[in-house]
């Protein structure tokens, strides 16, 4: 009756959210993709960095071997320092997602009817925060092997 006697248009609402969030279905799994590229991104930067500094400094992790430190120490290092990295790498992503997000409820008030909190720490989050750090490990894992296997005479000898 509404369709043919006035300009406005009926909607079932069961009907128009379902075609609504299947639309937002579609920009979710693009942003999700999205977010997946940048952890792999990040997990490869972080892998160049330690192999970097790994091989720069050779000598100093050679003569480290030298003055007593155990192979497993020189491992655990670079592994640490991969875990370190990736984790302040983590927090800040975190504490600037959920700045930006304290921003944007500040500009836009239907942020707030929508329930979004910036202050308010999603379990999903700390899954991200743990996938985070294994990304980290799993690319400190190279460089700490490049490190575990050095040939001390070898590495001393091209430092000096």
């Known amino acids: 009756m509404i369709n043919r006697q006035t300009n406005m248009q009926a909607a079932v609402p069961a009907v128009e959210t379902a075609r609504l969030l299947s639309l937002l279905g579609v920009g979710i799994d693009g942003a999700r993709a999205f977010a997946w590229l940048l952890a792999a991104t990040g997990g490869l930067s972080i892998f160049v960095a330690l192999l970097a500094a790994a091989s720069a400094r050779e000598g100093d992790l050679a003569l480290l071997r ?91 000898t091209r430092s000096s």
């Open 66 to 156: 030298v003055m007593g430190a155990s192979r497993a120490q020189i491992f655990g290092t670079i592994m640490a320092e991969g875990l370190v990295i990736s984790a302040i790498g983590g927090l800040a992503g975190l504490l600037l997602g959920h700045g930006a997000l304290a921003l944007a409820r500040k500009s836009f008030e239907q942020l707030r009817d929508f329930g979004f909190d910036p202050f308010t720490l999603l379990p999903g989050e700390a899954a991200i925060l743990l996938a985070v750090l294994t990304i980290g490990l799993v690319a400190s894992l190279i460089p700490a092997l490049r490190v575990f296997r050095l040939d001390l005479a070898d590495s001393l």
